[in-house]
């Protein structure tokens, strides 16, 4: 006999609102179809829930009350001056960049001037060619059980689609900058592609900002592709600070093939529940992976990393690192799986997570993971949380510093350890910048 799952009002509306808005979306009768088929999968799982294993910390179908309307048309009130304030510190760089408002492209808030050898065009721009129906599918691996996944197949409105030609090496970082602006709470459904020829160098940046004025809640949904060739040098950066109650899902799906590197780093703060889920497979020998982040939460602000990397063939090295700071009755996951397939022999791997607690009413959930299925691999991984040290804070003191800087200096000191993952100078200062006006928001707030 079977048991007829009961759904969710906020799942009845994601699919039920899909067909009103069917026809808006960009796209022929292929992508249509594509669209319908990812809809359909949602429909049949649900949204995920604590008892499936990899989202037992974030029960989105009981954390996800309502579906917002999506945004089918762009934001035309959006100043280049809002844009620039949204982004905080970063905003003073003089880089290219690839805006979307509300999930859709803005020619006239962009500057991609001084990006030699490399091609950035709208993904609603992809899928009008020939082949558009494959521009929206995902991997298949990523296409079966993800909901989150399924429901951007079928949502998706706009994003980055980035060509970088064999042999480029670009100095200047390209910035591609989701921002959410307007009084009504909406949903944004954003797709990005980056593809990076062999022996190219880049380093790219997503941002997730709000700009002034906008309203306290919203939904975004963002999947990044990124196909790192062989030899090439991808340096991934992604900023999320879109203040408010909003929920953030993102995905990265990343292959990296022969003696590729690929650093990523991921900064999340001030957003109400963030779920930053990244797949990393490797497709070549000789490949370097890089993985970190950090997270700072307060209040009761929920934010999610989970990593899935695929030591698929040998001689690959992965390194992970991500650390949180948690306040008040904010909520940190990290969940990382590494597995080492049986061929992929000479797999050097590490994994840490750490957290600071701020409060005896703070949560931090961590769960590790290590599948090896090959004989000859270094691999190892870690986790740990902790209060700040007493005896460390007294040494500061001892020396006349006041308690609340001697905090922020400790606080600073462990964060600042996976910020300098960061290769990209100004990026790197720009993020100890956006740190230290969180430490000194929080200090103001508990005063």
């Excluded at 790192?228 to 991808?234: C, K, L, N, R």
């Excluded at 690959?316 to 940190?332: H, I, M, P, Q």
Aim: net charge negative; with cysteine.
């Amino acid at each position: 006999m079977s048991v007829a799952v009961m759904k969710t009002k906020t799942e009845t509306a994601l699919v039920d609102g899909f067909g009103e808005i069917a026809d808006t979306l960009p796209g022929g009768g292929s992508v249509k179809s594509a669209r319908a088929a990812a809809l359909a999968r949602f429909a049949g799982n649900g949204l995920p829930h604590r008892r499936i294993e990899e989202w037992k910390y974030t029960d989105l179908k009981g954390l996800m009350k309502e579906a917002l309307p999506v945004v089918v048309d762009g934001e035309s009130k959006t100043t280049i001056a809002d844009v620039i304030v949204a982004m905080g510190a970063i905003g003073r760089l003089e880089v290219p960049r690839f805006v979307l408002v509300n999930g859709h492209y803005r020619k006239e808030l962009s500057n991609l001037d001084g990006l030699n050898g490399v091609s950035v065009a709208p993904f609603a721009q992809a899928l009008s060619s020939d082949d558009a129906a494959a521009a929206l599918e995902l991997r298949e691996e990523d296409r079966g059980s993800d909901a989150v996944l399924a429901l951007n197949s079928a949502y998706a409105t706009d994003g980055a689609v980035i060509d970088v030609a064999s042999g480029s090496n670009v100095d200047a970082p390209l910035l591609v900058v989701h921002v959410r602006a307007g009084p009504t709470p909406r949903r944004s459904v954003g797709r990005n592609q980056i593809r990076v020829g062999e022996g190219a160098a880049i380093t790219i940046v997503e941002m997730f900002v709000a700009v002034p004025g906008s309203a306290a809640d919203g939904q975004m949904n963002t999947a990044t592709e990124v196909q790192v060739g062989a030899g090439a040098t991808v340096d991934h950066v992604k900023v999320t600070t879109d203040l408010g109650q909003v929920t953030h899902l993102a995905n990265w799906l990343v292959d990296m093939h022969g003696n590729a590197t690929y650093r990523a780093f991921q900064y999340t703060a001030g957003v109400g529940l963030a779920r930053n889920q990244v797949r990393a497979t490797f497709k070549g020998e000789g490949v370097k992976l890089d993985i970190s982040g950090a997270f700072l939460a307060r209040n009761s602000e929920h934010i999610d990393t989970t990593l899935f990397v695929d030591h698929a063939v040998p001689e690959g090295e992965s390194r992970e690192l991500f650390k949180g700071v948690l306040d008040d009755n904010a909520r940190g996951i990290f969940q990382g799986k590494v597995v080492v397939r049986p061929d992929a022999q000479k797999t050097d791997g590490k994994q840490m997570a750490q957290a600071l607690m701020l409060s005896e009413t703070c949560e931090f959930d961590s769960k590790p993971e290590l599948e090896i299925y090959a004989d000859d691999v270094v691999c190892g991984h870690g986790s740990t949380s902790a209060a700040i040290d007493e005896d460390l804070l007294f040494y500061l003191r001892a020396r006349g510093i006041p308690l609340d800087e001697a905090r922020a200096l400790l606080i600073q000191s462990f964060i600042g350890e996976a910020i300098e993952k960061v290769q990209h100078e100004g990026v790197r200062e720009a993020l100890m910048i956006e740190a230290e006006a969180w430490l000194a928001a929080r200090s103001k707030t508990n005063k």
